[in-house]
């Protein structure tokens, strides 16, 4: 199996570790644990995995000081500013807007690599986006009325927010997983996003009552802990030491159909034509980002 294969693998994973996390996070929310502090423990979780599976390696790393501002970018775009502003901004608008504006992170990667690398927007790139797009804004619209009223505004920025953070992220973490190890890199911008959380997180974290978990829930925040918050990330980092950050950026486009399979798998939701047209626009546009184009 080539790197490019198993980076297009480990995308797909992604894809379908966040398209289940829509329907398992949700659970925990629900009168469990409030957004900010299920950040805040997420980043724990993360920060205390990573740390420890790089005192296994037998290769130690140091970050060399000219890319520790680097390294302080990511912590704020990619873990804090990312994560809070999307928590943040489900609880001031509807699911269906956050959907929706989310799509447009492939977009915001694509312009951040090109502000920021120089990297050029030909038409291949931008036809797979928009394809990618159609397809996404298909698969999370069907069957729902939108309702983008001024009373969620600032949701919606929140939201529009954490998509442009995101895509910040991408850009100016792929020169950082080209030169280091993915946990190097990762267990150092998780100890930077840890202490920016840190002061939202900690009040809503300690007025938990957890003796009433059930079961149920504690297996849901294993999951988010463990696939969401850990796994997820180093399958996104290896896949960028191999692919553009445009390419890993387009497989967001993807979540909204794994979301689609894990509903139906679990017998909350139905396949129509619609929904296949949508993930065959998705599928192409995927395509197209990720082939180099002839020289």
Request: glycine content about 8%; hydrophobic content about 55%; proline content about 3%.
């Amino acid at each position: 199996m080539t790197k490019n294969t198993s980076a297009h693998l480990a995308l797909l994973a992604v894809a379908l570790i966040y398209g289940a996390n829509y329907t398992i996070a949700r659970e925990v929310m629900n009168g469990y644990l409030e957004p900010l502090g299920f950040i805040l423990l997420r980043a724990i979780s993360a920060t205390t995995m990573f740390w420890g599976i790089s005192f296994l390696q037998s290769k130690k790393e140091q970050i060399d000081r000219s890319d520790i501002g680097r390294i302080i970018l990511c912590g704020f775009f990619g873990i804090a500013a990312n994560q809070m502003l999307f928590f943040s901004g489900l609880q001031l608008t509807k699911p269906i807007n956050a959907s929706l504006i989310m799509t447009i992170t492939p977009l915001m990667v694509l312009l951040s690599a090109a502000v920021l690398l120089k990297e050029k927007i030909t038409q291949q790139k931008l036809l797979g986006i928009l394809l990618g797009l159609a397809g996404a804004v298909l698969v999370i619209s069907y069957g729902q009325s939108l309702d983008f009223q001024v009373s969620h505004l600032k949701g919606d920025l929140f939201i529009l927010g954490n998509a442009a953070s995101y895509g910040i992220y991408l850009v100016l973490v792929k020169s950082l997983m080209s030169r280091y190890q993915p946990i190097t890199v990762l267990k150092w911008i998780f100890t930077v996003g840890l202490f920016m959380i840190f002061p939202f997180g900690i009040g809503q974290l300690q007025d938990v009552s957890w003796e009433t978990f059930p079961v149920s829930i504690w297996v849901a925040i294993a999951y988010v802990l463990v696939m969401v918050s850990c796994v997820s990330y180093l399958l996104n980092a290896f896949a960028l030491k191999t692919l553009r950050a445009s390419v890993v950026g387009i497989y967001i486009f993807l979540q909204p159909i794994m979301a689609t399979i894990v509903a139906l798998l679990a017998g909350r939701d139905s396949l129509s034509m619609t929904k296949v047209f949508a993930a065959i626009l998705i599928f192409c546009g995927v395509y197209l980002v990720s082939k180099v184009p002839k020289a």
